[in-house]
């Protein structure tokens, strides 16, 4: 298995909303990502997880709430986002942390609206 | 300050010419150097990267790279060009002696391939 599988493909929050993004891998990979892309642009990264622990927060709002509850999965909390945050949200892995030079492998994303 | 430069917002070419995306990059030590593509509506999918040694390197789908140190560049190509090689590319850097390994992407070049 060498995929990175996200749920939900498509999102349809309100801004008032609780929903939750997930990724699951089973390469046993130790690094996590979360990325926010814009339609043609590049991604940004928002969060990465090493290890199960939180070692990267890009100062996302705290509206948005990362959570690895183990090392094959990886969650994105939302609540209260406002339009401007709609957005494909990619989720990715690596095999060690992110200090090293591997390539990172990229789930086909969550297309989030926030209306 | 780091930085990846892609300086064609879109490149256009016929089916079986000969193709170049251009990267260039401005970091300081080590760079590791990364081709990342992207088709509609997925997410982004590794295709080469460049950590030392030969200054060409083949990925997949016959692609390849070839490391300018004095240009700093790290333009990717292919030979002969398919109408599927259709799609948004991303060159990315990774500083070797970071301690984040914070992934760079450059703003992408969309490639049309015409038939």
């Known amino acids: 298995d060498t995929e990175v599988t996200q749920t939900p493909k498509h999102l349809v929050m309100g801004m008032t909303n609780k929903k939750s993004l997930k990724c699951e891998q089973h390469m046993g990979h130790r690094a996590m990502y979360w990325y926010k892309q814009k339609a043609k642009k590049p991604p940004e990264l928002m969060f990465v997880?090493?290890?199960?622990?939180?070692?990267i927060n890009e100062s996302v709002p705290s509206r948005f709430s990362p959570e690895c509850p183990n090392s094959s999965l990886l969650n994105l909390h939302l609540h209260a986002l406002q339009p401007e945050d709609s957005a494909l949200y990619l989720c990715?892995?690596?095999?060690?942390?992110?200090?090293?030079?591997?390539?990172?492998?990229f789930g086909s994303g969550t297309q989030l609206s926030v209306l | 300050a780091q930085s990846v430069a892609q300086p064609e917002d879109q490149v256009n070419v016929a089916e079986g010419n000969p193709l170049t995306v251009k990267c260039t990059y401005s970091?300081?030590?080590?760079?590791?150097l990364f081709w990342y593509v992207q088709y509609p509506n997925r997410g982004l999918q590794f295709l080469l990267k460049?950590?030392?040694?030969?200054?060409l390197v083949k990925g997949s789908y016959g692609f390849e790279a070839e490391f300018n140190k004095s240009q700093t560049s790290f333009h990717l190509k292919k030979p002969s060009a398919l109408v599927s090689d259709s799609a948004l590319y991303f060159c990315?850097?990774?500083?070797?002696?970071?301690?984040?390994?914070?992934?760079?992407f450059g703003q992408g070049t969309t490639l049309q391939v015409k038939p």
């Open positions: 970091v300081s030590g080590n760079p590791y």
């Open positions: 460049y950590i030392t040694g030969d200054n």
């Open positions: 990715a892995s690596s095999p060690r942390d992110q200090t090293t030079n591997e390539k990172l492998f």
């Open positions: 997880y090493s290890y199960e622990k939180l070692s």
């Open positions: 990315a850097v990774r500083l070797g002696s970071s301690n984040t390994g914070k992934l760079i």
